[in-house]
T-cell receptor, first 113, second 110 residues
């Protein structure tokens, strides 16, 4: 069964709009959750980490929220640009500190000019 | 800093052949790991190491061996390749809850 769920369908949005990607998990109580960007043919690149005691975290045009009650993280890209087009992955460490990460399957984002 | 490097970038094997995927990092990280990425499956952990001389199994370890003789290197060995091992393989090193990935090796087993 899928342990971390991300919308497997591609998300198409218009340039300048805000993209919102969802990461839902079950059966875990992670101390933090990570978001990565992956371009075709390349390895994932770390973007943001949010801890369980943080409701929200921002980095430039990126914003991540973490709701441990809903077991959900939302990833927002504001003022999206075509260069933001990529696959975005969420990941968590289910055992806390063991670094045995579990990844979602990713959501492919396409920003239309 | 080169970060995490992987060789080769592409490889085609016949069923039953063996090979080693190389991974090296120059960030002095203790923790390293190997993943495979398949369509619709996401990244799955194969093996990981918490330091030189210490390795352990991840989610999908069957058919793969690893060793860690130095902090820098973490090779992944396929002893007898099978078509089910056709995948893209990523090596990563971890520090302060952040993973740094290599560029990947695309392996095809015929």
């Amino acid at each position: 069964s899928q342990k971390i769920e991300q919308n497997s369908e591609a998300l198409n949005i218009q340039e300048g709009k805000t993209a919102t990607l969802t990461c839902n998990y079950t059966n875990y109580s992670p101390a933090y959750l990570q978001w990565y960007r992956q371009d075709p043919g390349r390895g994932p690149v770390f973007l943001l980490l949010i801890r369980e005691n943080e409701k929200e975290k921002r980095k430039e045009r990126l914003k991540v929220t973490f709701d441990t009650t809903l077991k959900q993280s939302l990833f927002h890209i504001t003022a999206s640009q075509p260069a933001d087009s990529a696959t975005y992955l969420c990941a968590l460490d289910p055992s806390g500190g063991t670094y045995k990460y579990i990844f979602g399957t990713g959501t492919r984002l396409k920003v239309l000019a | 800093n080169a970060g995490v490097t992987q060789t080769p970038k592409f490889q085609v094997l016949k069923t039953g052949q063996s090979m080693t995927l190389q991974c090296a990092q120059d960030m002095n990280h203790e923790y390293m790991s190997w993943y495979r990425q398949d369509p619709g499956m996401g990244l799955r952990l194969i093996h990981y190491s918490v330091g030189a001389g210490i390795t352990d199994q991840g989610e999908v370890p069957n058919g793969y061996n690893v060793s860690r003789s130095t902090t820098e290197d973490f090779p992944l060995r396929l002893l007898s390749a099978a078509p089910s091992q056709t995948s893209v393989y990523f090596c990563a090193s971890t520090s302060t809850d952040t993973q740094y990935f290599g560029p990947g090796t695309r392996l095809t087993v015929l």
